[in-house]
C-alpha cells in the first residue's frame, strides 16, 4: 500500500508540475505522462491479490514493482533521463 501511494503522490505532484509550467506542446512530455500514469495503475494492481495466499501475494508483489519501476525508469528517459551535479 505504501509503495502505490507513494507512487500516486509522485504522480500528483507531476500533474501540479506540469500544469505550473504550462508545457503542454512538447509529444515527449505527453509520452511521460501516459507512461507514469499507466505505471499508477499497475501500482495498484496489488490490492487485487490482498486475500490471497502469501507465496501469491509476494510473487506478485514483486512483479508489480519491478513493472513499476521499469515503467519509471522509460517515462523519466522520455524526458532526458536524470540529471546529476551540474
Not at 4 to 18: A, D, H, K, N, R
Not at 26 to 45: K, L, P, R, Y
Not at 57 to 77: E, K, N, P, S, T
Amino acid at each position: 500500500m505504501a509503495f502505490s501511494g507513494l507512487i500516486t503522490i509522485q504522480w500528483v505532484l507531476g500533474l501540479i508540475l506540469l500544469l505550473v509550467l504550462g508545457v503542454f506542446n512538447s509529444g515527449a512530455i505527453w509520452g511521460h505522462t501516459g507512461i507514469m500514469t499507466v505505471a499508477v495503475a499497475v501500482s495498484h494492481m496489488y490490492n487485487r491479490w490482498k486475500n490471497a495466499d502469501d507465496a501469491t501475494r509476494y510473487q506478485r508483489g514483486l512483479m508489480i514493482i519491478v513493472a513499476v519501476l521499469v515503467l519509471v525508469i522509460i517515462g523519466v528517459a522520455l524526458v532526458g533521463g536524470w540529471k546529476f551535479g551540474a
